[in-house]
């Protein structure tokens, strides 16, 4: 699985477009053409992209805690797989294009930043990473308590 790390700045074009970070596009090799899966995250206000194959299995690790006969279940499941987009970048600049109300759902007007989360990236609006970002009193804090 293709392992995503560092912090890319992107504009966002006239019609809605982000250039896809060369670093990224890099290591994914022939991954790349089986594309991506975008969606909004549940916990902080920014997309969640994963290529396609990370997507797969996030999916069947949460299908595989549903039972499909359970209303709340089929409920929260319809609501898991709404509001999501599949994006492949052009071979040419790796422009990829995520649709409006995507973006809007999560403040990117014109900038945007392609965070590396290991297996996924997140994609924020540019004021909104500044923003939610710790400080280091409580990334320790918060080191502490998770790790012990």
Not at 111 to 126: H, L, N, P, S, T
Request: charged fraction near 35%; charge should be negative; aromatic fraction near 12%.
């Amino acid at each position: 699985m293709t392992i995503f790390i560092g912090e890319y700045k992107a504009k966002v074009d006239d019609k809605g477009r982000l250039i896809f970070p060369a670093a990224f596009k890099a290591i994914c090799g022939d991954s790349l053409k089986q594309g991506f899966v975008v969606k909004k995250t549940l916990f902080a206000n920014c997309l969640e992209m994963y290529s396609y194959e990370a997507w797969e299995k996030e999916s069947e690790a949460v299908r595989s805690r549903l039972n499909q006969f359970d209303r709340d279940d089929e409920r929260f499941w319809r609501a898991y797989t709404s509001n999501r987009t599949f994006v492949v970048p052009d071979e040419k600049l790796g422009r990829i294009s995520i649709p409006k109300a995507l973006l809007e759902s999560v403040g990117i007007e014109k900038e945007a930043v392609f965070c590396g989360r290991d297996f996924k990236i997140e994609i924020w609006a540019k004021d909104s990473l500044e923003s939610a970002q710790l400080s280091d009193e409580e990334y320790v804090a918060l080191a502490e308590k998770t790790l012990g």
